[in-house]
């Protein structure tokens, strides 16, 4: 992990790295696992590699519980370094795609200070409405704690508020992929990836 903490990394230099960004409940996960599983790529999902983090029995582990049962960001450091542990964990792998990551401006900019920028970002753009009701069906299967309704709309406010600058940031170096995840989702992201060949 400490191999890349202040220099660009050299080993993810051949790599494809594809951000995958949207909402709560705009399908992210979802695709990424499907894409994944088509191209061969790894999958790093950061909420899950967070929730990982937040079941440990460790201070850490705890205070990432609270954080997120309040629908709130975990400090931009450690969700750097959770991500790069995982990225040189897999340096094997021919490409990643990572979801639910960046969430905020400073994130993105001090990843490309420690790796590369992404060859593409995806956001998944979906209405408030239906990220709301996917959440909510998701919830009553009882798979994740922060899926009630007060959680929900705080973390929509959140990704709202924090989400604007990333977009406008690769949407100025020409890297955002636009994808409206209401319906032929995966189609479309397939057709994203294909043009990276």
């Avoid at 094997?92 to 920028?117: I, S, T, Y």
């Amino acid at each position: 992990m400490g191999t890349c903490a202040s220099a660009p990394c050299p080993m993810l230099k051949s790599q494809v790295i594809i951000f995958v960004i949207g909402g709560p409940g705009s399908g992210k996960g979802t695709q990424c696992e499907r894409l994944a599983a088509k191209y061969q790529f790894q999958h790093l999902g950061m909420g899950n590699l967070l929730r990982a983090e937040a079941s440990e029995p460790t201070r850490q582990g705890r205070q990432i519980k609270d954080i997120l049962l309040k629908g709130a960001l975990v400090p931009s450091g450690f969700v750097l370094n959770l991500l790069n542990a995982n990225l040189l964990q897999r340096e094997e792998a021919k490409g990643f795609l990572v979801n639910g990551f960046p969430r905020e401006l400073n994130q993105a900019k001090d990843f490309e200070r420690v790796g590369r920028p992404p060859n593409i970002v995806i956001v998944l753009d979906c209405s408030t409405e239906t990220m709301i009701q996917r959440l909510l069906l998701r919830g009553q299967t009882g798979h994740r704690a922060d899926d009630h309704e007060s959680c929900i709309r705080q973390r929509l406010e959140t990704h709202y508020s924090l989400c604007e600058p990333v977009i406008s940031y690769y949407q100025q170096k020409n890297l955002l992929r636009n994808v409206g995840g209401e319906d032929a989702i995966f189609a479309k992201c397939c057709s994203v990836l294909d043009s990276l060949r």
